[in-house]
């Protein structure tokens, strides 16, 4: 298992598959990709999980992550996830937060981050928090 930077267009395959199947690809090529760190956890060569990182200063976003369906609750995801808050408090970010799938809030929880007071809000019929750790 290697965990290692990626450019921006390797993420998108598995970002559709993941995260936005009924979309079309486009919708997971994001703008501000340029500004972002890829991370992609590879098994035997193949991608198996991916996560982008935004750091702006003291502040990181982590975003768009993404396990192969079939690999998942393997525990690639808490790796490369444990792996991008060590490289975000490397690159001086005092704090990173994320926008979190409902359904996924109780797996951040169990790293520590926890909902901030922003309200919940609904976005393409899903619903999100605002979470967030301090990382110093
Ligand atoms: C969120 C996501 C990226 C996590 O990746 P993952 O590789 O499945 O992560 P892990 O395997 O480390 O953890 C997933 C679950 O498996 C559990 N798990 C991890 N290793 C395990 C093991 N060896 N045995 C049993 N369970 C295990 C974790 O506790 C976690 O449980 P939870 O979902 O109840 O919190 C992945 O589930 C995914 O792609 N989901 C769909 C897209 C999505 O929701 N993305 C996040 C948007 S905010």
Redesign the pocket.
Known sequence: MIIKRIPKEETWELRHT??WPDKDLSFVQMREDDNGLHFGLYEDQEL??V?SLFVNGHDAQFR??????S???????????HHVLLEAASLGATRIW????A??S???E?FGLQKTTKEPFEKNGLL?FVMEIQLI
């Open positions: 993941v995260l198996v999980s996560l768009k992550f993404a396990t192969l369906p690999e998942q609750g393997k525990g690639y995801g808490s790796l490369l996830l994320c926008n979190a799938r359904t996924k109780g797996f951040y169990r999100f």
